[in-house]
Nanobody, 121 residues
Framework: QVQLVESGGGLVQPGGSLRLSCAASGSIFSINVMGWYRQAPGKERELVAR???????NYVDSVKGRFTISRDNAKNTVYLQMDSLKPEDTAVYYCNAELQRDGNGPTFRYWGQGTQVAVSS
C-alpha cells in the first residue's frame, strides 16, 4: 500500500505565507510526478502545481510568481511554498503522486487526505 500524508495547512492573513508538505510512503519503486490540487467550496478540483522527477514544474496561472513547488526525491516528499496568499486561495489542498510500485509495473495515482488552507483577515 501507498500513503500520502500532508501537513502545513492553516489560517493565514492575506499577504501571508504557508508551506505545505506531503510525504509518500509504502511500496514505492519510483515517483514520476508529484503535484498539488485544490478544491474550493462549490468549485471543481483544479491543478495548482506539479513537478516531475527531473524537476520540471508547471503552475496554474493564478499562482505563478507566488507559489513554488519543490520535491526531495530521497524522501519522496513534495512541498508547496505559498507566498502573498489571497482570499481566493482558500481551499482544501490535496497532494497527488503518479508512481510505480515496481520497475515494470503500471503507473498508479494516489491522493492525500487533504489539508485546509484559509486566507482571511
Amino acid at each position: 500500500q501507498v500513503q500520502l500524508v500532508e501537513s502545513g495547512g492553516g489560517l493565514v492573513q492575506p499577504g501571508g505565507s504557508l508551506r505545505l508538505s506531503c510525504a509518500a510512503s509504502g511500496s514505492i519503486f519510483s515517483i514520476n510526478v508529484m503535484g498539488w490540487y485544490r478544491q474550493a467550496p462549490g468549485k471543481e478540483r483544479e491543478l495548482v502545481a506539479r513537478i516531475t522527477a527531473g524537476g520540471t514544474t508547471n503552475y496554474v496561472d493564478s499562482v505563478k510568481g507566488r507559489f513554488t513547488i519543490s520535491r526531495d526525491n530521497a524522501k519522496n516528499t513534495v512541498y508547496l511554498q505559498m507566498d502573498s496568499l489571497k482570499p481566493e486561495d482558500t481551499a482544501v489542498y490535496y497532494c497527488n503522486a503518479e508512481l510505480q510500485r515496481d520497475g515494470n509495473g503500471p503507473t498508479f495515482r494516489y491522493w492525500g487526505q487533504g489539508t485546509q488552507v484559509a486566507v482571511s483577515s
